[in-house]
């Protein structure tokens, strides 16, 4: 079993900082990549960021400059530093879990508003 938990979700104003956090446990072989994805009411579910083991990343152009991925190996942990928040932001952020043999395990979600 493999699970995978986020935190640091909430209520934000326009112009605010969140940080949210993603931790992968269990019988999880080895982490490839780790990567955030959000889903907001009506919209289909996107890529917001991603980063490698390696410590390559790859970012949403809507989130460029506002938002950095980052992540602890020996604690198969991903952050997600958000800044500059907008009210487009707003959604259930969900953490995602590559190993490296392409299983992929997703974290149940936590929820972003961002208020104008």
């Known amino acids: 079993q493999v699970q995978v938990v986020e935190s640091g979700g909430g209520l934000v104003q326009a112009g605010g900082s969140l940080r949210l956090s993603c931790a992968a446990s269990?019988?999880?072989?080895?982490?490839?990549?780790m990567g955030w994805y959000r889903q907001a009411p009506g919209k289909q579910r996107e890529l917001v960021a991603e980063i490698t083991s390696g410590g390559r990343t790859n970012y949403a152009d809507s989130v460029k400059g506002r938002f950095t991925i980052s992540r602890d190996n020996p604690k198969n942990t991903v952050y997600l530093q958000m800044n500059s928040l907008k009210p487009e932001d707003t959604a259930v952020y969900y953490c995602?879990?590559?190993?490296?043999?392409?299983?992929?395990?997703w974290g149940q979600g936590t929820q972003v508003t961002v208020s104008s």
């Open positions: 995602k879990t590559d190993d490296i043999v392409s299983r992929s395990y």
């Open positions: 269990g019988s999880i072989v080895r982490i490839n990549v």
